[in-house]
């Protein structure tokens, strides 16, 4: 009986995963193209490197983006990035970023694997005792992450790497949500 029992059982959960994934499909499908919005939050590594003056701190930092993908295999991103605030003694830094990314995808039946390259204007505000300074400039910026979509909303995990020495090169590990609009 019991046997019998788990093979109803478990003959029934095959069917409502496959007739879910066939129903499903054809709504990953139809959103894997056009303009997105999203946000993310996750751990940021960032610092401060200046003369004598060499930490890196972990802290909750943020994305906001857009884009927009007109391909399967290809998207381009927009992102304002708060990589969250980093101090050592009195000494005091915030990286903030704005990049331009071109992604490339590796599009599986349910998931998108993707690596992102691209360039980040960023800003770093510091503080000290005595002084305060603002270095900036335009840098690389790396990233790969993992992709899942349920119809027009999607979650990734994504890891970026800024070139940014004077920040004591941040990353930012992240969770986020994306919206397709069309």
């Known amino acids: 009986m019991k046997t019998k ?5 478990r003959g029934g959960a095959i069917a409502i995963v496959a007739l879910s994934t066939c129903l499903y499909g054809g709504r990953a499908a139809a959103v894997e193209r056009g303009l997105y919005v999203g946000a993310a939050l996750g751990q940021s590594a960032s610092g401060l490197q200046n003369g004598s003056i060499n930490y890196t701190e972990r802290n909750t930092g943020y994305q906001l983006l ?3 993908r007109p391909l399967k295999l290809l998207a381009v991103e927009l992102s304002y990035t708060n990589l ?8 005091s830094a915030r990286t903030t970023a704005v990049s331009g990314f071109v992604l490339g995808f590796l599009p599986l039946p349910v998931i998108d694997i993707y690596g992102k390259a691209g360039l980040a204007s960023w800003r770093t505000d510091a503080s000290a005792p005595t002084l305060s300074w603002r270095p900036s400039g ?12 349920f119809g027009a909303l999607g979650a990734r995990l994504e890891y970026e790497a800024f070139d940014v020495q004077e920040a004591s090169r941040p990353t930012l590990l ?6 397709t609009l069309f």
């Open 174 to 179: 992240s969770l986020g949500v994306t919206y």
């Open 84 to 91: 969250g605030d980093a101090s050592s003694g009195a000494v």
């Open 5 to 9: 029992t788990l093979a109803i059982a």
């Open 138 to 149: 335009n840098d690389l910026v790396l990233g790969a992450g993992i992709q899942m979509h």
């Open 66 to 68: 857009a884009g927009f």
